[in-house]
């Protein structure tokens, strides 16, 4: 059964993970799009850093087994930094609803690398026919151009590679294991991803000087940064530890949804009635993996109290490490 936490970890991060679209399209009008990202875990890093340092001993802050370090790097190479990096600089060559698209392909994908690399995670059929329900009610509600889809193929790669980063990170960190908290464990992989971002931008030519610090910037910054960045990863990988990945990725078949309704809400964008049948489409496939169609053995094993334990954190319901309290 479905706890109340693991439904606030999932709904607090589909949100404010959906924003981010709308946060990046206002944001990339003013910054370069690797700075932008690097900047936003710069943004996230502090903020995430002063709360575990505020709230948690020394003893629960340091990394001390292989798995945690690995967990750390996992986190920030691959399920954040990378994933990332790719997903802004794929939006520059081809358009959101593309975009939107091929990153909503991150559930699908996830269970190919989980099926490697690890033992308690296997899709059932019924679970892969509610994956490409879901994954139709994203194109209604995304509704592309036939056109889009066969232009901006570059960009679209770009943009597949960052879903392929995503699925393999959040499958990393369930493999690595670690007993570090979900919060802590995201606190220290936020310098990383960040470190990679700069990096990134200054190798490929980059500047500060070519930031136009706006309102709007500043304004799509902070949201990216705190928002939906360091509150929005406490309630994924808080979530991604309990659920696991399979599931725990699923969130994203939430993304375009609630972008297409910030964009109508905030930018002027219409909603049409095919994205209208696509919320239901999507909330279908949902109702279809939640019936029992994901066998994850190890949170059977562990049972569902276990699984109910946390920790307070940002206003949320609490974090999750493993399927134990902090």
């Known amino acids: 059964m ?18 981010t679209f709308v946060g ?15 900047l936003r875990f710069d943004v996230a890093a502090l903020v995430l850093f002063g709360y575990v340092f505020a709230t948690r001993s020394r003893d629960e802050l340091l990394p001390r087994t ?15 930094g990378l994933s990332n990096a790719l997903i ?24 190919v690398f989980a099926a490697l690399l690890l033992a308690d995670e296997r899709l059932s059929a019924r679970g892969g026919f509610g994956m490409v329900i879901g ?32 699925a ?34 200054v190798g490929t030519g980059e500047s500060l000087s070519a930031a136009v610090w706006s309102p709007t910037a500043i304004a799509a910054l902070l949201y ?8 929005a990863y406490i309630a994924y990988f808080g979530l991604l530890d309990a659920t696991g990945a399979i599931r725990a990725n699923l969130v994203f078949y939430v993304v375009p949804v609630v972008s297409t309704l910030g964009g109508w809400a905030l930018l002027g964008e219409p909603i ?21 169609s994901i066998d994850v053995r190890a949170l059977l094993s562990h049972g569902a109290d276990e699984a109910d334990a946390a920790t307070e954190g940002f206003g949320l319901a609490g974090e999750s490490r493993g399927f134990e309290s902090d």
């Open 2 to 19: 479905t706890s109340r936490r693991t439904l606030a970890f999932a709904a607090t991060a589909g949100l404010l993970f959906g924003g």
């Open 24 to 38: 990046a399209k206002a944001g990339l009008a003013y910054l370069p799009p690797l700075l932008f990202v690097a």
């Open 66 to 80: 292989r798995g945690d370090v690995l967990g750390v790097l996992s986190t920030g190479l691959f399920a954040i």
């Open 88 to 111: 802004f600089v794929g939006q520059q060559s081809a358009t959101s609803a593309v975009a939107a698209i091929v990153f909503s392909l991150n559930p699908i994908l996830t269970p």
């Open 135 to 166: 994954l139709l009610g994203v194109g209604l509600v995304v509704s592309p151009d036939p056109a889009m889809l066969l232009s901006g193929g570059l960009g679209k790669l770009v943009l597949f590679a960052g879903a392929v980063s995503a």
């Open 168 to 201: 393999l990170g959040s499958v990393l960190i369930r493999w690595a294991g670690g007993e570090l908290s979900s919060t802590v464990r995201t606190a220290w992989a936020l310098p990383v991803a960040a470190a990679l971002c700069h990096a990134l931008s």
């Open 224 to 231: 990216v940064g705190v928002f939906a960045g360091a509150v």
């Open 272 to 292: 049409t009635s095919s994205a209208l049948v696509g919320f239901l489409t999507v909330f279908a496939g949902f109702a279809v993996i939640g019936s029992e």
